[in-house]
């Protein structure tokens, strides 16, 4: 695990990819390891000794309606002739959301001596992350076709048509994930949902009636407008202090475990360019892929004796979002139901239970024993 202890540190200041990369380490058990990135991040402000040098150019375009949309990405491969066993893993739709949070638990399950020889893919949401933030009308839908777009395009990290892929989702993208694969406009070997929600922070404290919507709706275009738009964003989001209170409150369950590198991490987001445009949509519930608990549990049955569905629920979790996560518990459609330490994002908080219990799961659906 010494991978996951130096360079997968979500809070590691070194940890840049300015440019497109490829980067190799060695695990713990001396295979190698390889880390890709793909980005088009601007690297004018990082020094010249601080700057990887490119090896491969790997990016991905997304487009959408007019815009071209540059998407980040990471890679994980251990060196291998054995053909490669896709995990696609979604980050957790946040104000700060970032593939910081699942490398630690990719590096984990890649690196382990497995028969099985796991690649793991991290991808940022467009408007968030890494990914451009483009000035769109974001909603459920949008990062929807996003997920379907990203698993079936054929010049993709991640090529559906050539194998099996199994996702891996948080908080809202983990609703997300599910709502797709019941379309069947996805259709993952296997599903795990880690800390799974969809009520933004706004609708599950203050309901969704009509006079309620009336509000989000002129928040929401408060916060996108130039100027005041921006005073407001750093009032409610793009501040350390309000970002420390939120990991310490209810995103980890013990507020030790919150660094000042993962605080200033995640501020550093909050100024990236077109940065309050998706949280916008994320606080006022424009994100939320059902509007109800039983819309919600119905995304899961739907699946039923089609998809394998792992539930990572968490201890410490918020009243209201523990208990949409309980509702889960033997629910239709859940073939497997745990519970961890945690709050919202265990995946970080807690990697290596995290990740034991998702390899616990991929051994079970893919008949591989160690």
Not at 130 to 153: C, G, M, Q, T
Request: hydrophobic fraction near 40%; charged fraction near 20%; proline fraction near 6%.
């Amino acid at each position: 695990m010494a991978l996951s202890a130096t360079f997968l540190a979500p809070s590691s200041p070194n940890f840049n990819f300015p440019c497109k990369v490829r980067r190799s380490f060695f695990s713990q058990n001396g295979n190698l390891l390889k880390i890709k990135a793909s980005t088009t991040l601007d690297s004018s402000s990082v020094s010249v000794n601080d700057k990887p040098s490119p090896l491969k150019t790997n990016n991905w375009q997304w487009k959408f309606k007019d815009n071209n949309v540059n998407i980040y990405y990471e890679e994980y491969v251990k060196e291998s002739a054995e053909p490669s066993q896709n995990i696609l893993l979604m980050p957790t739709i946040s104000d700060v959301s970032t593939v910081e949070e699942w490398r630690a638990v990719a590096g984990d399950i890649v690196q382990r001596d497995s028969k099985v020889n796991w690649r793991a893919t991290i991808v940022d949401w467009p408007g968030l992350g890494y990914s451009d933030r483009p000035k769109i009308d974001y909603n459920a839908d949008v990062l929807e076709k996003f997920l379907v777009d990203f698993v079936n395009a054929s010049n993709g990290p991640v090529n559906q048509q050539e194998n099996d892929l199994v996702i891996f989702g948080g908080g809202h993208a983990a609703s997300i994930v599910i709502r797709a694969a019941k379309k069947g406009l996805v259709k993952p070997k296997a599903i795990a949902v880690v800390a799974p929600t969809w009520a933004g922070p706004l609708p599950i404290v203050f309901g969704r009636d009509s006079s309620m919507e009336t509000r989000y709706g002129l928040l929401r275009g408060t916060l996108k407008a130039p100027a005041v738009g921006w005073m407001m964003y750093n009032v409610l989001v793009s501040n350390e202090k309000a970002i420390e209170s939120q990991y310490k409150s209810h995103v980890y369950a013990n507020p030790d475990n919150v660094t000042t590198g993962i605080v200033e991490s995640r501020y550093a987001l909050t100024k990236r360019k077109g940065a309050r445009y998706l949280p916008a949509a994320f606080l006022t519930g424009e994100l939320d892929p059902v509007t109800s608990r039983e819309e919600f549990l119905e995304l899961f049955a739907g699946l039923e004796g089609q998809t394998p569905v792992l539930v990572i629920s968490t201890t410490g979790s918020p009243k209201r979002s523990k208990a949409e996560m309980e509702a889960l518990r033997g629910a239709k459609g859940v073939s497997k139901f745990v519970e961890v330490s945690g709050a919202l994002l265990p995946q970080e908080e807690y990697p290596a239970i995290v990740a034991e219990e998702l390899y616990q799961f991929l051994q079970q659906y893919f008949g591989s024993e160690d």
